[in-house]
C-alpha cells in the first residue's frame, strides 16, 4: 500500500547489530528551505551518513570522520573519498578536462600532483638584422611548450648584404625568458642556396636583449633573398 506521513520516518529492528537503522526525512511545508527530503543512515544513534537534496545537487554526504565509498556491480568499488577530501578512484578516469585548483586550462596534472605547462601555436615576431643583413622576410614560425622548456622552429627569407662576413640575426622569444648565459638557448639554422646548397649556423642566447641569435658565415648568396631554416629550444626563466 502507501501512505503519507508528515513527520520523520525511522526505519529499522533491534535485532541489528550495533542498533543501526536508516531514517527518512522530510522538508515538506518547511517554509523557505532549500533541502529536499533525504535519508540518514545512523548506527548507535551517531549518524554516520546523509543522502538528500541540497540546492540543486544530489548530495551524499559522509558523517563526522566518515568517508563516502561509490559502489558499481553490487561490489566494485569506483571510488573512495576520506574524511579528509582525498580521493582515490580503482581504475582509469577519462575526462574532456582536469585542472588543479589554482591551476589553468593550458596545465597538465602530472601523476606526482604537480603541473607542467603545455601551449603550442604560431608566432609572428618581427626578426631583427644585428649584422650583415639587408633584408628580412618573416614566414611561419611555431612554437611548442612542455613545462619550462619552449621549441621553436620556423622559415624565412634573408638578403645578407657581403659573402664571407659574420652574419647575425636576432628572433624574439614566443615565450619571455631572462636569459644570463648563451648556452641557455641552442639550436641551428640553414640558409639555402638552391645553386650552391645550405649552410649551417648556430643559435644560442642572447643575454642582453633576451632572445635567440643565430649566427651564420655565408660563403655565397649575397644580395638574393634566400630561405632560411632554424629551429632552437630554450628554457623558461
Do not use: H
Amino acid at each position: 500500500g502507501s501512505g503519507l506521513f508528515s513527520g520523520d520516518l525511522g526505519l529499522g529492528r533491534t535485532g541489528l547489530t550495533g542498533g543501526g537503522y536508516a531514517k527518512w526525512i522530510t522538508t515538506e511545508g518547511v517554509s523557505g528551505s532549500t533541502y529536499g527530503g533525504g535519508l540518514i543512515s545512523s548506527i548507535n544513534g551517531v549518524a554516520k551518513g546523509y543522502v538528500y537534496s541540497d540546492n540543486g545537487f544530489m548530495r551524499v554526504q559522509g558523517g563526522t570522520g566518515e568517508g563516502v565509498r561509490l559502489v558499481t556491480n553490487n561490489s566494485t568499488i569506483a571510488l573512495d573519498i576520506s574524511s579528509s577530501g582525498a580521493a582515490t578512484f580503482s581504475s582509469s578516469v577519462t575526462a574532456s578536462s582536469l585542472i588543479k585548483s589554482g591551476g589553468t586550462s593550458t596545465q597538465a596534472l602530472i601523476a606526482d600532483g604537480s603541473v607542467q605547462t603545455l601551449t603550442s601555436g604560431t608566432y609572428g615576431p618581427t626578426p631583427v638584422g644585428v649584422a650583415n643583413i639587408t633584408a628580412i622576410s618573416n614566414g611561419n614560425f611555431y612554437y611548442t611548450r612542455v613545462g619550462d622548456i619552449v621549441t621553436v622552429s620556423g622559415v624565412m627569407d634573408v638578403e645578407v648584404t657581403g659573402n664571407e662576413t659574420a652574419t647575425t640575426i636576432g628572433i624574439p622569444l614566443p615565450v619571455s625568458s631572462n636569459f644570463t648565459a648563451g648556452d641557455q638557448c641552442s639550436g641551428y639554422a640553414n640558409l639555402y642556396v638552391s645553386s650552391s646548397g645550405g649552410q649551417v649556423g648556430k643559435i644560442v642566447a642572447d643575454a642582453t636583449n633576451d632572445r635567440a641569435i643565430i649566427t651564420l658565415y655565408p660563403y655565397f648568396g649575397a644580395g638574393v633573398s634566400t630561405q632560411t631554416t632554424f629551429t632552437f629550444s630554450y628554457r623558461v626563466i
